[in-house]
């Protein structure tokens, strides 16, 4: 079984930068879409940002101009560049991916990865 396997995240100050990443843990057979939600405590998941096979991407009003979302095709492995983070931020970020299989494609969630900002 295929999982999605995060990383990058961590502990940061006000006004810092940090890099997720979300890569497939064996072979796959393509992933049509990707995308990063978050959650905080107390709080729903929320979308962050997405991206499609044909590079076209979505952010949420509260990311936009921070934040930037890509994708590595070759290697089926998401980025989340997060600039300029704020305390509002914090929150354990999971990887979303929709692998392409022959009949059809299946959902799959990282396991999360906690990124904290604070002084």
């Known amino acids: 079984q295929v999982q999605f396997v995060e990383s990058g995240g961590g502990l940061v100050e006000p006004g810092g930068s940090l890099t997720l990443s979300c890569a497939p843990s064996?072979?796959?057979?393509?992933?049509?879409?990707m995308r990063w939600f978050r959650q905080a405590p107390g709080k729903e998941r929320e979308l962050v940002a997405g991206v499609i096979a044909g590079g076209e991407t979505t952010y949420a009003d509260s990311v936009k101009g921070r934040f930037t979302i890509s994708r590595d095709n070759a290697k089926n492995t998401v980025y989340l560049q997060m600039n300029n983070l704020k305390p509002e931020d914090t929150a354990t970020y999971y990887c979303?991916?929709?692998?392409?299989?022959?009949?059809?494609?299946?959902?799959?969630w990282g396991q999360g990865t906690q990124v904290t900002v604070s002084s």
């Open positions: 064996g072979m796959i057979l393509g992933v049509a879409a």
């Open positions: 979303y991916a929709r692998v392409v299989r022959f009949g059809g494609s299946d959902e799959y």
